[in-house]
């Protein structure tokens, strides 16, 4: 399993240390730092993930034209598809109007959604899986795209593809070490600004690589 840290933008340069990045559209497009790391990424042939979400927990797509906007800003290696959380048709149509309004030369990653099994259709395709979807890990194909992860590193244990996942620094930002877990941390705004922790928040960086790394 390769690794992305997901960090607030002030903290991009500290914590976003492998060779996976992950961006959101929206901020490309109004945080010049944001936008900045990213391009200075690009530069440096990491592999750049954008994943067409709005900013906040709930996956909701972003619109259209701030996407074909954010493509003008960075070329990524991987676009996640937008999507509707938990809604399998809505999720499709979205996915279908997007894929005729993007051109053929990026690689889209169809990102599932669902609330039962009979949902989970993936054709033996690489799909993305947000973490509201971990539930049904066993019934979706392995080598995707994972989608954070708000329970523990464990959680994707055996698994593998590729996982962005902001958990070792919003465990970090409260001074928790990952096996300090419980209560969940709340999500990332992207605009936090103390970090008093930040050595225990590196610590969780190196263990969640180590984890998965191996």
């Known amino acids: ?90 999720s499709k149509k979205i996915y279908k109007e997007f894929l005729e309004n993007i051109p053929s030369s990026y690689t889209v990653v169809r990102t599932i959604e669902g609330a039962s099994v009979k949902d989970l259709v993936t054709n033996g395709d690489k799909v993305a899986i947000p973490s509201h979807m971990f539930r049904f890990l066993d019934k979706l194909p392995d080598n995707s795209v994972y989608i954070e992860n708000h329970l523990n590193i464990e959680e994707l244990e055996g698994r593998q593809g590729i996982l962005v996942t902001s958990l070792p620094v919003r465990l970090g930002l409260q001074g928790r070490l990952l096996s300090d877990y419980r209560p969940t941390p709340p999500s990332l705004t992207f605009f936090e600004e103390k970090d008093k922790y930040s050595r225990v928040t590196i610590k969780n960086i190196e263990e969640i690589k180590e984890y998965y790394e191996l």
């Not at 074909?68 to 509707?84: D, H, R």
Request: negative net charge; charged residues 30%; aromatic residues 8%.
């Open 1 to 90: 399993m390769k690794v992305g840290i997901i960090a607030p933008i002030k903290d991009l340069e500290k914590y976003c240390i492998t060779d996976i990045q992950y961006c959101l559209p929206s901020l490309l497009l109004t945080s010049r730092e944001y936008r900045d790391f990213y391009i200075s990424k690009e530069e440096e042939d990491n592999l750049i993930i954008l994943d067409c979400k709005k900013i906040g927990w709930k996956r909701e797509p972003e619109d259209l034209e701030v996407v074909k906007k954010a493509l003008e800003v960075i070329k990524p290696s991987i676009i996640i598809s937008p999507s509707s959380m938990f809604n399998t048709k809505l």
